[in-house]
């Protein structure tokens, strides 16, 4: 702990370094033990939380950096938050104290499955002896009944117990993942475990059922952190929420920072209205960020991204008082966009220095309205990054599950994690692939080339344990593509759901029509004003809105510099013919002026 003058120069430092923003102080020098922060990107969150747990460590309100645990949903976000603290706390705290918090090692921040299987490797023989061996556990995918049925051996009435419980956490059926949650537990323990099998969700429920069963392990774990900071608040899914939950005592210190409008992942199990079931349970106090200094030298993207957060407020009737003007290519057919779109790349990259210049091109889905764009650039020599593919791609995951196999097999022969262990696997991976003329798997190939690179290189401060769980994770969690901000060319194309949580310096986004964003099954189907698309937001379509607003959202905020809207009057079919279709809804929202250029 600090002496009372270095707590003070401390406080001082903060004070000015956050000076003009009372929320991010409020945040900071907050007395309350339970805060819910709302915090959308870029609006100082990383740098609120950093100079929060330097607050609390020099005040003493946290004895050590490894009182303090970080959860996030993604691998990808628990590494950039360790990075951020390991390279800014020591800064902070340093200089004034002698006695150096070697924060590095201490820090434990991690995503929720490197958590557990952390706990698992330690306490995990309790209910199975292979689970001391969990780095070398395979990994196999509970939701396909015809891959455990095969990988397992059993019968597809014992193997849909698994697929029935994947399908419950996807769609947040809270009352089937409570009330089979022993029989699901049971039969991990039972038909993965003695056959040297993991699951995905069984890592998770494993660490609940020995939380359930060893009550001396969970509270030690509670005891072990009084400080729990949670990142992406908004992306947890029923089991880990159950974890955390349990891992909450009565005198837990929490942080939990999220942005609702930023929850694009309820496909997969994001539990809706998270952050307000939490602040009622846990009776948290709520903080809203309220500067956003990623637009800062940018008033239009300013006055955007605050008129959609607005919009997502009250939707039926904003409180708008300005409205953002954003650029916007207006064309007759896709041909003339996706023309338009090759020109507008070809102006931004040769007006900046070609080398810093990145643009993504992002849309909602695939289709044949994307192709004709791909055929363009490839027409015009632009040379681009394919990153079209859905978490879902068959392709997309047979890779992972190839990288996840083959992983374990190399760590089963040698554990160091090296230049050349990592190199041996790509070849390895490669190999497996080399006959594949598939864009996706090239796209992925080259994704795994800079993640095992970076592995070594932006991740160099990890120690060999985490570098292990980080490669494991990312095979497991299937975000490779969350590497495509690091590829070579500067241009990328994507989904926006691929995109969340990535930036870049100009984001272009074309089909912004009727059907294609929002699409059919978001809120154009069930529309009752197909017509003219001037929507009217009501009780019965409210809740499909706000979802669409926050994919059109995130999209919008992956850009650091300038989003770019482009639209065509007649768009492509899934057959191939054309329709008409009318302007987004999205770009006609109060307080969003397009304009034309
Ligand atoms: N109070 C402040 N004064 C000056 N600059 C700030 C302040 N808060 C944040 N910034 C700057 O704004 C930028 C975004 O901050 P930060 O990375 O903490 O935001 P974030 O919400 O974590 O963003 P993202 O979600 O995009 O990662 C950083 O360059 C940061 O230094």
Redesign the pocket.
Known sequence: MLSESEQHQLLEKLRT?????EK?LEVIFSESKRLIVE???????????ISKVAYLLATGQIAHPKKILTLTFSVNAAY?IKK?LSEHLPHLIQPINSNQFRVNERLFVSNYHGFCRHILKKYGYLLHSNLSNIEILKSVDDSESQEITALLDISYDKASIFTEYSDAVKSVDKQHVLKFFNRYTDGIIESFLDKDYISFNGILALTLRLFQDYSEVLHFYQGYFPMIIVDEFQDTNVLSWALLKKLVADRSQLVFIGDSLQRIYGFIGAIPNLMLEAEQLLSMDRIA?E?N??F?SNPQMLQLDKNIRLNAEKPDAPAIQIKAEVPFISVNNQLEESEKIAQKIISLISSEDRQLCKVAILVKQRGENVNKIIEVLMEKNISYFYALFGDDDSEYLSFHRECSSQFTEQLRKDIRISKGTLSKFYIKIAETFKHSSSPVIKSLLNLLEVFLSRALSDYSFLSAEDKLILIRDTFENRTLKQNMEYVNENVIISTIHGAKGL?WDYVLMPDMEQYSMPNWNGLCGACNHKSNCNLTVDSRNEKNFLEELSVFYVGV?RARKQIVFSASKTRFKADGTTQPANLSCMLKLPGIAVVEQ
């Open positions: 370094l956050h000076s003009d923003d991010q915090a959308p990107a870029g609006y100082g969150k990383t740098k609120t939380m950039k951020e960020l500067k200094y990623r800062m930036e905020t």
